[in-house]
Structure formats: C-alpha cells, structure tokens
C-alpha cells in the first residue's frame, strides 16, 4: 500500500519564507501520520503566478535557498514540491523530488500555458523529459498543471504504464472548470489506466482564485477522494491495487461556486495586502448592499464599515433603505449629503458652463463627489475602499471615471448584473433572514443623479444585455453570429460600440475578482486605440 498525501496549501506570492514554513509543517504532519509521499501545488515555494518577480535574480535565489531548508526535512518521507529551478541562466517551472535530505530528481514542466491569464512563456523555457519513479513497489510520474492537459503528454505517459499519475497543479477558478478539471483528469486516468492524483492550490491572489479541489481519480476515471473546495485542506489517501473505492459525487450550484469565490478572494486580498478594514459606499441598491453583505461574511462585520452620501435626487425610500442594510448588518456607518458639495461645484462652474444645458457633466458631478470623500476617508483611516460596479456596467461603460469606479478592489467586476440578485438571494437565504431588503432588490436600478433616472433609460433590460457581453467578450462572437441568434442588429450594434468604446474606462478601473472564463484584466488585453469595426 502506498500512502500519500495532496497539500492544498494557500501559498502567497512572494512570502518565500512564510510559504517554507507552511510546506515544512506539513511536511511534519503528513510524517507524524506515516505518509509515504507528500505533494504540495505549482510553484507551492513561490506562490502563483510571481510575474515579475522571477526577473529579480534575487528572488530565484531565495527560492533556492529555502528549498534547501524544505530538504533537510525529509528524511523518512518523500517530497514533492513546486519551486522555481535555474540552470544556466534559465528558469523552470518545475518539481523537486525530496528524500532523505537529498534533491533526488527534478522535473520541469514541459506545456508552458500561455493563453488567458497564463503567461509562463514569458518567463520560463520549457522542460523535456518525463519523469518516473519507483517506490514501494509503485511506478508514478509527476507532471505540473498544463502538461496533464495536453495529448502528446499523455501518449508518452501512457507508453510507460505509470501505476500513479501526481500533477501538481496551479489552476485559477472560473464558474465550470471543476468540471472541466474532472473531465480531463477523468480521461487521463482512463487513457494511461492509471490512478491519477490532482494537487491544485487553495487562495486569492488579485483577480484570480484558486479553488483547490485537489482529488484522486482511479483508472475507471471516477474521483474517489476529494479534497476540500475554496479552503485549506490536506487530504490522505492510501492506495492499494486491491481495494474497490467508491466514487465520491461533488454538486455546487453556480452561484455557490461564486459566492465561495468571492468570499475567499476578497478575504485573501485584504488580509494578504495588509488591510485591517474595508469602506463601501452605500447607496441603498442592490450593487453596494451585495458588496456590503459578502464583506461582512468574509471579513466580520467589525472591519466593515460604511458611507452613505445621499444628494437631491436620492429617494427617501433608496436613503431608508441604505441605513436598514447597515442595521441589518450590524456595520458602522457614516452620513454625509452631498449637496452643499455638488451646490459649490455648480457655483464654481456656473461662469464657464452658463450658456450650456445641463447634461452629463452635472450628474458625474455628484459620482466624483462620492468618489473624493471615499478616497479621503481611505486615506485616513486607512481602509480599502470596495468598488461596486458590476460586469455590466462595466462592459458598457455605464460608470464614472474617477467617481463610482473609484476602489482598490472590485468584488463585482466580473459579475453579470443578473448574477447579482441571484448571489442576493442566495445570501438571505443562507443567513435564514432578510440580510438584504427585499425592497433593494426588487427596486428598478437607478443611479439617482438626475430626477426619475433609470438605467433601462440608457441600458438594454439586463438580461438581454448580459446575454449580449457574454456572446460578444467571452465567447468572442461576431456581430453575425450574434444577430442570428435572434437579436436585433440595431441593438447588437450598440453594445457592441458600447463595449468597444469603454476600453479606456477598465483600464482604468480597479482589479476585481475573476468568475467567468473570460473576465477584464489578464484575460481580455485589448488595445484602447482600436478602429476595427464589424
């Protein structure tokens, strides 16, 4: 029987020392509880992806040097963990083989991803050879994330006839890829009839999440041990050519998978960037008591606290409603009408603007207003200002430079306006109670800068506008394609010019966490002066 262990670990980029000692004290454990072998995720030592950080030779170097630390402990166990290794002035993303304080082998990855967020080519060459072990009577080989992706690899895995199949992996979430993840490793295990042992890594780290759910497949293809979703874990498997295992079913509905996902990547965000608190502008919509809501349940209602900034246009009803969710909530808020403000800027402006019918420029008024006095709270008490803005109103440029997308981080940036009331149900569903009013939520949204304004005034309904940004950004879709699916030319073409036309805005705009397979940010790099037109 051969033991191992898979170290879901959350690494931190760059903390090479912190990351040591986490892989040191599992390490530790896994022998206390007479492991055999235990795995730790891609580039575990570094934490990922470290970018531009392995451009600093120095940073190689430490790397270095604490891996040879990690070394010393293995004596009695064999580890494998992911590191970044040099050899003649090159980098690799690989995995060294630890036993009995010796670098008995190492494995550099040989698929260097370099799509989506990936962008391993930039800074690593690519390994050529596969590697086998053999251990207490079992013959396995490590492969690293992308390599188990792709076919070549796995025809030359299965020529060997491997007993094992350990990947450590790196494997950023988005809503489906568990899924997909399983799918993969399923055929793999099939393919090579082979187990197959899946150590991916556990944390947030800016916009991407990593949700873990390492497992073990057997040569049948079904997942028979599974490791914690979006936490910490360390699962222990004992594997044995004898035994029947049973296959272990995994359900997450699409909303539970991103309010996990945000959860956790807010939670790493603040506490990994050395936030104590975090300031939300409360308006009394649906996008901030969403926010507020998520950050109390990851955070702890005493580190978040609010502002509400109502002026001549907010509601009575929308002002009430801002004040319930702090109550409901149990965070502390301030008040500050804006008016005197937006009254003084008018004044200001009046001379230069007096021949001029009012228009947008009044209404992004009160925007920046709100933004200035978020970032001077900010700026005093030091707490990370939460963004409120969501996918749609992003993708339409539907927000206000220097105003509502003020923020150092976006928790709703790659939220779809339509996932937002679901994700609010959700919530007053899991706390058994009204978290959020139901008044907020069945509001007509309104950014309440000008009298009896509504989105809908400016956006399509938001259902068929988030249909729209899905085909057309993460699909990749062209205005053709789109119409004949049954919408209408005339307004295909408005989001799209709509779209086209805010790049400018998002570059601009706060990081936000990833959820879709194709978010703003490292997913989506287009150029900001762009004259192609469909």
């Known amino acids: 029987m051969l033991t191992f262990a898979l170290a879901q670990i959350n690494s931190c980029v760059g903390a090479i020392e912190h990351n040591a000692e986490q892989i040191i004290r599992v390490i530790r454990q896994a022998k206390i509880k007479k492991v055999d072998i235990v795995v730790f995720p891609e580039l575990a030592l570094t934490g990922y992806p470290p970018e531009d950080l392995l451009l600093k030779p120095h940073f190689i170097e430490k790397n270095l040097h604490y891996l040879k630390k990690i070394n010393q402990e293995c004596e009695g166990i064999v580890a494998l963990v992911g590191f970044v290794d040099r050899a003649e002035n090159r980098l690799y993303n690989a995995c060294a083989f630890l036993q009995e304080g010796k670098i008995k082998d190492i494995y550099r990855k040989i698929y260097l991803p370099n799509y989506g967020v990936f962008d391993e080519k930039r800074y690593f060459q690519p390994g050529t050879s596969l590697s086998f072990y053999n251990f207490k ?27 094992v199949i350990i990947n ?17 490793m399923a055929a793999v295990a099939q393919r090579t009839n082979a187990f197959c042992a899946y150590c991916n890594l556990i944390g947030g780290q800016d916009e991407l999440v990593f949700d873990g759910s390492s497992m073990v497949l057997a040569p049948s293809g079904d997942v028979i041990a599974r490791a914690k979703r979006f936490d910490e874990d360390i699962l222990i498997f004992h594997l044995s050519r004898k035994k029947q295992y049973i296959s272990q079913a995994s359900r997450y509905s699409a909303v539970e998978e991103t309010f996990q996902a945000l959860s956790l990547g807010l939670r790493d965000y603040v506490f990994k960037n050395g936030f104590k608190d975090v300031l939300i502008g409360v308006s009394g919509g ?4 969403l926010v507020a809501a998520l950050a109390v349940r990851a955070l702890g209602n005493n580190r978040v606290h609010g502002l509400i900034m109502p002026s001549r246009y907010t509601s009575p009803a929308t002002l009430r409603d801002a004040k319930e969710l702090c109550g409901r909530l149990d965070i502390a ?58 996918k749609s109103e992003v993708s339409a440029g539907y927000c206000t430079l220097y105003g509502d997308m003020v923020g150092g981080f976006g928790l709703l940036k790659d939220i779809p ?6 994700l609010a149900h959700y919530m007053n569903k899991l706390s058994n109670k ?67 036309a805010s790049e400018y805005k998002r570059r601009q705009a706060p990081i936000g966490i990833k959820i879709t397979p194709r978010a703003f940010g490292k997913d989506r790099r287009m150029p900001i002066t762009n004259q192609f037109r469909q």
Not at 168 to 184: D, M, N, Q, T, V
Not at 441 to 469: M, N, V
Request: glycine share 6%; hydrophobic share 40%; charged share 30%.
């Open 286 to 289: 649906i996008d901030s008591a």
């Open 417 to 422: 306006k339509m996932l937002v009331y679901e």
């Open 137 to 163: 009577g079992y013959r396995f080989s490590v492969g690293i994330c992308e390599d188990i992706w792709r076919d070549a690899f796995v025809v030359a895995l299965k020529k060997q006839q491997p007993d």
């Open 333 to 390: 808020y301030d008040l500050i009408d804006i008016d005197g403000l937006f009254e003084c800027y008018l004044k200001v402006l009046q001379p230069f603007f007096k021949k001029r019918l009012q228009d947008k420029t009044e209404e992004n008024l009160q925007a920046r207003i709100r933004g200035s006095l978020l970032m001077a709270f900010s700026n005093k008490f030091g707490r990370l200002v939460l963004n409120t803005g969501n």
């Open 168 to 184: 450590l992996s790196a494997s950023p979430f988005h809503l489906g890829k568990a899924s997909l993840r399983e799918k993969i």
């Open 434 to 500: 009204e978290l959020i009013p139901s008044s907020v939520i069945k509001r007509a949204p309104s950014a309440e800068l000008k009298p009896d304004q509504k989105d809908q005034d400016t956006l399509p309904p938001y259902d068929i506008l988030d249909a729209l940004i899905k085909l057309y950004v993460e699909e990749e879709c062209g205005l053709e394609d789109i119409v004949a699916q049954g919408f209408s030319e005339k307004l295909v073409k408005r989001v799209i010019h709509m779209i086209d």
